[in-house]
């Protein structure tokens, strides 16, 4: 396969991008390195990627017009696949910038079709999150519960690129797949995510910000588990059928969630030291719950979590006082 994969500086991206080049494939890689965190953890992400001979890297910004024809030229001849996984992320942070999610997540989707429409991909993969599913009290999550009433402008703009995704597999035969991720964490994760901030917090004596007072349960899912879910989405693409477009939706999370209060404990334990924690209400657009029916993802391309809480932050906390120099 030759891949091309945006978001690639990214925290998933960048492990996407060490398995496909891992496993023989090429990766023409596309970010536009953004300040939404700090972008010396995104260059140094990508300077782990430059200097293999089948990655190539191209600055930009995907939600600009004629986006089709710049892909054409900068990713050249020989593209069998498309990997999206470039978007803005974070629900908090869509109360602050919403304009960042409608040109991240619907002018930049838009782009990726019509690039995939004009050169026949064979599969398009692409990040939708498990913030489609809102306010749904029916747990775990399954991919075949109603997604229509979001409570953050981020899940709106990603359930909005899932509903694209399903125009253009129905009117132009495009292979589709979306995979509905589930709190991921681990190495080389955003700083805005709960296993990194809270280390960092605990490691600089600071309170933790603990929203509705603890009461909270994430399906915390390792990035490697991610990766392999990925990967097997990747090497199957849908096919039309009984009236149906060729467009497939997946969860892929660890199906197993855990408190928040718990996951606070393993990275205590992990660093031998006691966070101080700030409890405050829910937040808007946050949900007390998340938790994935891996059903479908099991059984079409054999998708098992198997990297539990307590390995995967060992993992995380070994990673963080490597990259911070922390002892």
Not at 74 to 101: D, F, I, K, M
Not at 187 to 216: E, Q, S, T
Not at 260 to 277: M, N, P, S, V
């Amino acid at each position: 396969m030759h891949v091309l994969l945006t978001g690639v500086a990214g925290f998933i991206g960048y492990h996407c991008a060490q398995r496909l080049l891992k496993d023989g494939h090429a990766v023409t890689g596309i970010d536009n390195l953004n300040s939404y965190y700090d972008v010396k953890l995104k260059e140094a992400r990508l300077a782990r990627l430059q200097g293999h001979k089948d990655f190539r890297f191209v600055k930009q910004d995907i939600s600009v017009p004629g986006l089709p024809r710049i892909l054409e030229h900068e990713a050249g001849n020989g593209v069998t696949h498309v990997l999206h996984l470039a978007a803005q992320a974070g629900v908090r942070h869509s109360l602050e910038n919403p304009r960042a999610y409608l040109d991240s997540n619907l002018a930049g989707p838009l782009g990726i079709l019509e690039y995939a429409r004009a050169n026949k991909m064979t599969h398009v993969v692409y990040a939708s999150s498990s913030s489609v599913y809102g306010g749904n009290t029916k747990t775990p999550f399954s991919v075949k519960d109603p997604v229509e009433h979001p409570v953050s402008l981020y899940a709106a703009t990603k359930r909005g690129g899932e509903l694209m995704a399903e125009t253009y597999a129905h009117l132009f035969a495009i292979p589709l797949t979306g995979l509905r991720f589930f709190t991921v964490y681990g190495p080389w994760g955003r700083p805005d995510m709960a296993a990194y901030l809270f280390c960092r917090k605990i490691i600089d004596n600071a309170p933790i910000p603990v929203f509705n007072h603890g009461d909270m349960q994430r399906d915390f899912t390792y990035i490697d588990d991610i990766v392999d879910g990925v990967m097997g989405a990747l090497a199957r693409a849908p096919k039309a059928g009984d009236g149906k477009a060729p467009h497939n939706i997946y969860n892929l999370g660890n199906a197993h969630p855990e408190k928040l209060t718990d996951f606070i404990a393993g990275i205590e334990r992990c660093l031998g030291k006691k966070a101080a924690y700030d409890f405050k209400p829910m937040q808007p657009g946050d949900v007390p719950v998340t938790s994935a029916d891996i059903t479908e993802s099991t059984r079409d391309f054999g998708f098992q979590p198997r990297v539990n809480i307590a390995e995967g932050l060992e993992r995380f906390v070994a990673w963080f006082r490597e990259y911070h120099k922390v002892a």
